[in-house]
């Protein structure tokens, strides 16, 4: 709206091969919006020693398929002697289904005067579930390794940039910048 209010919303679906039949079809959604307030006609020139603001905010979820040939046991050649064939390392699991990854951030942009401080700070949030990981089984099994869901993890953390330009010519810029991020992740499961 006017460029200073941008709603982006995407949807999409995939079917993966190399998951199971019944867990093949994944759908995810994704949602962000930007209010880019400096440029709001009612507070132009209003905002005193702040030249730019941004708030954010976005929502993701996407969905990940498992490595190719995993999920059924396979017969390989066997370059042993004798050749023939014998089943892979890798044994079923047909109850896998996609790995789950949503993500939530929130932030702003601000510069003042005339951009030559500037700040970018954002929170974020981004959950992992049915992560699909190898494990190894047991020999009995007649297989080495299997893919299952078996992770859930958790990520908050912050991150924040702090931007200064002390040299602004007209063909000559200068800027630093730090950054720092602190995060922390649970394994829920």
């Known amino acids: 709206y006017n460029e200073w209010l941008i709603f982006n919303l995407t949807g999409r679906n995939d079917w993966s091969s190399t998951l199971p039949v019944e867990n093949r079809s994944y759908f995810y959604p994704s949602a962000g919006m930007t209010l880019n307030f400096s440029d709001i006609p009612a507070l132009k020139g209003k905002l ?17 398929p498992a490595p190719p040939y995993k999920i059924r046991a396979r017969l390989v050649t ?18 896998l289904k996609p790995e789950n990854v949503e993500s ?6 601000l510069a003042f005067f005339n951009d030559r401080v500037s700040l970018d700070f954002a929170w974020y949030s981004k959950s992992i579930k049915d992560q699909i990981v190898t494990q190894r089984l047991s020999y009995g099994t007649g ?20 931007g200064l330009m002390p040299v602004k010519l007209p063909n000559f810029r200068w800027k630093i910048n730090a ?3 602190k995060y922390k992740t649970s394994v829920n499961n």
């Open 104 to 109: 939530f951030e929130v932030g702003t942009e």
């Open 179 to 181: 950054n720092f991020t």
């Open 48 to 64: 005193g020693p702040l030249s730019f603001g941004k708030l954010r905010a976005s929502f993701a979820r996407v969905g990940n």
């Open 78 to 95: 066997q370059t042993s002697t004798g050749g023939g064939f014998s089943y892979d390392f890798f044994g079923d699991n047909p109850a």
């Open 143 to 162: 297989f080495i390794f299997g893919l299952l869901n078996g992770g859930d993890l958790n990520t908050k953390g912050i991150e924040i940039q702090l």
